[in-house]
């Protein structure tokens, strides 16, 4: 079992920052690939961003490629959203989920989900 734990939500207006942070506990951390999802009122839960387990990689959506960042540090079992210039259609729950696939967004693919912050972008 993993848990894991968002934190960093909340209201900005648009073009600002927000940084989401995940806290890991239980199994090894960077036994997992990491995942970044969201889900809007009314929308199904989408895809934002993954990396490897070492770190080296990441992939995002191309709604958010350019302006978000993923980065993760396995000695400190965290996970990290860096997220800029935002737009009212980043307005959504954020989610962070554990995963043993590599190269996945499927949300089916992912085995341990924390219990979302919530990200307001005013227009």
């Known amino acids: 079992q993993v848990q894991l734990v968002e934190s960093g939500g909340g209201l900005v207006q648009a073009g600002g920052s927000l940084r989401l942070s995940c806290a890991a506990s239980?199994?090894?951390?960077?036994?997992?690939?990491m995942g970044w999802f969201r889900q809007a009122p009314g929308k199904e839960r989408e895809f934002v961003a993954r990396i490897s387990r070492s770190g080296g990689s990441t992939y995002y959506a191309d709604s958010v490629r350019g302006r978000f960042t993923m980065s993760r540090d396995n000695a400190k079992n965290m996970a990290y959203l860096q997220m800029n210039s935002l737009k009212p259609e980043d307005t959504a729950v954020y989610y962070c989920a554990a995963s043993y696939y590599d190269g996945t967004k499927r949300v089916d693919e992912y085995d341990y989900w924390g219990q979302g912050t919530q990200v307001t972008v005013s227009s």
């Open positions: 239980g199994r090894t951390f960077s036994n997992y690939v």
